[in-house]
Nanobody, 125 residues
């Protein structure tokens, strides 16, 4: 069974940090580019960060650049998102996703076709 399971969400105050994790199973994790997305209430889904199969190339949305770091551990089949300097505008459901192949798709978000169930991040001012 193909599965992505996010964890690490929670409630923090502005300026705080959280580290999201995404455990993958049921497919060859190391052969897929990965991504983090988020959806806030009444807003469109946003591609937050993407990473290639080796972790050597990354992309960040302007809204998180310099504050968030995407990384992966292919030995543990796990994707991470370190979030520092959190702000109320970062409040959203965060999802990890796997691409449909091993090419790196920095902003081709429609190529990410395997999705987790999401983890909620709430930042209070």
């Amino acid at each position: 069974q193909v599965l992505l399971v996010e964890s690490g969400g929670g409630s923090v105050q502005a300026g705080g940090s959280l580290r999201l994790s995404c455990a993958a199973s049921g497919f060859i994790y190391s052969a897929r580019s990965m991504a983090w997305f988020r959806r806030a209430p009444e807003k469109e889904r946003e591609g937050v960060a993407t990473i290639d199969t080796y972790g050597g190339s990354t992309y960040y949305a302007d809204s998180v650049k310099g504050r968030f770091t995407i990384s992966r551990d292919n030995t543990k089949n796990t994707l991470y998102l370190q979030m520092n300097g959190l702000q109320p505008d970062d409040t959203a459901m965060y999802y990890c996703a796997a691409a449909d192949r091993d090419w790196f798709f920095p902003t081709n978000f429609d190529r990410y076709i395997i999705w987790g169930q999401g983890t909620q991040v709430t930042v209070s001012s």
